[in-house]
């Protein structure tokens, strides 16, 4: 059997390598183009591969075969350019494509001939979004896309059945598709422009289902975005200074994703749940308890943990939710500061509660870093560490403050990143990862390499002066009267 060979050592890998290793994957090794990874180990659930250029991996490992982990469209502008560079086509398999199953698809009704090119995206074929005013196609950020039902017609259809439900989402995709394609008019959002927006062949086009292909989120609940806290980098809740409440009953969500999962269950499904404080949605434990009995895993869980939630402790511990928290200090001063609330110490052991009760190996915490710098003075740097030291999530994050794709990111902004990388490792014991927005907070990748390069312009003496700034934070932490 020829050798595997995993193409892409990014976010989606570390998001799905223990699925695919269960799925009978086995790599011998990653291959990245980014000169960065290249030489360098992935290390994730337990899983060390040596990340290598495309020739090395070719002169060791002759005639394996490549399985390219990103998501579409990337995947197959990756496909193209392992062909040009000389890897028989018949030898590249597209992970986000296998071991997928898709329901039956009737699309006689629509006006195109199999043959046809059309333009199209994976999270409008099989993906929701439920905000508060009603269920969107997109489910990569809140609005991006047009509205598919709004919250309106929800509510004069209450008592509509699961499976109804799902046929008319399933028809509102097909007239939202039609649109796209200069067939019908009607708001688009920003679909036109988006990335994620490719040609395709209109036989390989499906309605039907929910989930697959390894999309990052193919679920998208923010159909209530009521929040306890108030942090100054909030793009919902704050910004415009208001709390949204979901317009229709919320229960509609659990009754969509029933009409999709009833009828298949989903090969590859992803779930947001990132209603401003999770814990306060209604409907919480109904949802998660209907997501537990269904064994759906992957279900990603943003809260700022200032609530303590049994039943996100009763997900946690049976190991189908992740939780994500963006903690963004390192001192009570700080948090109350950057999130408009006294929590800091009830948020870190909240986390260090689940962490030890639950399964710590599906949280992840999250540090934005400010534009203004009021979070990156060495005490919140310090502080942030030993927390993820106590909590010790199987991610520790850092990321910019959102912003458009064509802001730079401060230089404040760079140097902290780059101490909180040199030092997470010496601390925690762990890697400090940059999360992935989705061009929300800029290019990662831009914003991973700029900080790495930081890291690796520290002189010896440099070094040594954090390393001792950890020593010294300790003694006067753990000597305090
Ligand atoms: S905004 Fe982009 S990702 Fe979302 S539905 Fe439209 S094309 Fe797809
Ligand atoms: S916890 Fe989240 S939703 Fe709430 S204010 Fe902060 S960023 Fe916004």
Excluded at 65 to 73: C, E, H, K
Excluded at 186 to 203: A, I, N, T
Excluded at 361 to 370: D, E, Q
Aim: one cysteine or more.
């Amino acid at each position: 059997m020829a050798k595997q060979i995993l193409y892409g050592a990014g976010h989606n890998l570390r998001f799905h390598i223990k699925d695919w290793q269960a799925r009978g994957i086995t790599p011998v090794c990653v291959v990245d183009a980014s000169v960065e990874k290249q030489n360098t180990t992935f290390s994730h659930s337990g899983i060390r591969l040596e990340i290598l250029p495309l020739q090395e991996a070719n002169f060791r490992y002759p005639d394996s075969d490549y399985y390219i982990t990103l998501i579409a469209p990337n995947c197959y502008k990756a496909k193209e350019s392992l062909i040009l560079q000389g890897v028989a086509a018949n030898r590249i398999f597209i992970l986000a494509d296998m071991f997928v199953e898709y329901p039956e698809e009737d699309n006689s009704d629509l006006p195109f001939a199999p043959d046809d090119m059309v333009k199209s995206c994976d999270y409008l074929e099989r993906g929701i979004g439920f905000l508060f005013d009603g269920i969107y196609c997109c489910c990569l950020s809140s609005g991006r896309s047009g509205i598919l039902i709004d919250a309106e017609t929800l509510n004069a259809h209450e008592s509509v059945s699961a499976s109804d439900l799902c046929e008319m989402i399933k028809s509102e995709r097909k007239q939202y598709f039609l649109a796209l394609n200069g067939r019908n008019k009607r708001p688009l959002g920003d679909c036109e422009e988006c990335v994620f927006l490719y040609e395709k062949q209109f036989s390989e086009v499906t309605f039907s289902g929910l989930g697959g292909k390894s999309g990052l989120q193919l679920v998208n609940d923010q159909s209530t975005l009521v929040c306890n806290h108030r942090c100054s980098y909030c793009r919902d809740a704050v910004l415009a200074n208001k709390q949204y409440a979901c317009q229709y009953d919320n229960r509609i969500v659990l009754k969509a994703l029933d009409g999709f999962i009833s009828r298949q269950k989903p090969s590859y499904f992803f779930v947001a749940i990132n209603s401003g404080e999770t814990a306060l949605r209604k409907n919480l434990d109904e949802l998660l308890d209907y997501f537990r009995a269904h064994e759906l895993e992957n279900i990603y869980i943003y809260s700022n943990a200032s609530v303590y939630s049994k039943g996100i402790e009763r997900s946690l511990k049976s190991g189908c939710v992740n939780l994500i928290t963006s903690i963004d200090a390192g001192t009570p001063e700080t948090y109350k500061k950057v999130h408009g609330a006294d929590d800091f110490d009830k948020v870190i052991l909240n986390l260090i509660n689940y962490s030890v009760l639950g399964d710590n190996r599906h949280m992840r915490i999250k540090y934005v870093v400010l534009d203004d710098e009021s979070n990156t003075s060495d005490e919140d740097l310090l502080g942030f560490l030993c927390a993820a030291l106590l909590i010790k999530p199987e991610d520790i994050n850092v990321l910019p403050q959102f912003r458009d794709s064509s802001e730079s990111v401060p230089n404040s902004t760079i140097e902290f990143a780059a101490r909180m990388s040199f030092l997470c490792p010496i601390i925690t014991g762990r890697i400090l990862y940059f999360f992935p927005a989705l061009g929300i907070s800029g290019d990662t990748e831009e914003f991973s390499k700029k900080v790495l390069e930081r890291v690796e312009s520290f002189d010896e003496t440099k070094k040594s002066r954090l390393t001792e700034m950890v020593l010294n934070y300790l003694r006067s932490k753990l000597c305090k009267k």
